[in-house]
Structure formats: structure tokens, C-alpha cells
């Protein structure tokens, strides 16, 4: 099992809540068109710090091939298209469970 973590920190401070409520609908939609998603959590950050990223997503997959799938998937390649416009910094972890 594949597991990918992806953190997002948003450009417009004063959306914050809004462009996470939007994001993680957005992602949540993915979960019963992409057949290689086995599961997934997205989940709105609390932490007022300044250092805190503002959206986590976790999303495990069978193998490398299943998240390659998720990335070319049309309905991600959507969300990603509106991401470069609200995202400020991501960081990324994929590993096996």
C-alpha cells in the first residue's frame, strides 16, 4: 500500500477558510470516480500558527501505477488546474505502508 500525503498552504490569507471548505470538496468528489483510490482523508487545518499549512490530504493506493492513475485522472487534473491558482507552497511524502 502506497501512501501519499500532500500539504497545502494558500495564498490569500483572508480566504483561508473558504479555498479549504472548496479544495476539499473538490478532492472529497474524487473518491468514487477513481477506481485507484482506495482511500482518502482531507482533512482543514486549526492551527493558527503562522507556520501551519492550511489543507492536508492522505490517500492510499495498491502501488506507484494507482497514484500515477489518480494524477492523470481528467477530475484531478481539474483540481490541480484551480490549485495553481490558490496555492502558495505544497510539500509532499509518498511512501509504503
Same mark, same amino acid.
Not at 36 to 57: C, T, W
Not at 66 to 88: C, Q, S, T, W
Given at each position: 500500500?502506497?501512501?501519499?500525503?500532500?500539504?497545502?498552504?494558500?495564498?490569500?490569507?483572508?480566504?483561508?477558510?473558504?479555498?479549504?471548505?472548496?479544495?476539499?470538496?473538490?478532492?472529497?468528489?474524487?473518491?468514487?470516480?477513481? %477506481?485507484? /483510490? !482506495?482511500?482518502?482523508?482531507?482533512?482543514?487545518? *486549526?492551527?493558527? $500558527?503562522?507556520?501551519?499549512? #492550511?489543507?492536508? &490530504?492522505?490517500?492510499?493506493?495498491?502501488?506507484?501505477?494507482?497514484?500515477?492513475?489518480?494524477?492523470?485522472?481528467? %477530475?484531478? /487534473? !481539474?483540481?490541480?488546474?484551480?490549485?495553481?491558482? *490558490?496555492?502558495? $507552497?505544497?510539500?509532499?511524502? #509518498?511512501?509504503? &505502508?
Amino acid at each position: 500500500m502506497l501512501r501519499h500525503i500532500v500539504m497545502m498552504k494558500f495564498k490569500e490569507r483572508d480566504s483561508v477558510e473558504e479555498i479549504s471548505t472548496n479544495v476539499k470538496m473538490m478532492l472529497d468528489n474524487l473518491i468514487p470516480v477513481v %477506481d485507484a /483510490l !482506495k482511500r482518502m482523508e482531507v482533512g482543514i487545518n *486549526v492551527n493558527p $500558527k503562522p507556520a501551519a499549512y #492550511d489543507l492536508v &490530504l492522505t490517500a492510499d493506493f495498491d502501488d506507484e501505477a494507482g497514484l500515477n492513475e489518480y494524477r492523470a485522472h481528467p %477530475d484531478h /487534473l !481539474k483540481i490541480l488546474d484551480f490549485m495553481k491558482e *490558490v496555492v502558495d $507552497k505544497t510539500t509532499v511524502v #509518498d511512501y509504503y &505502508l
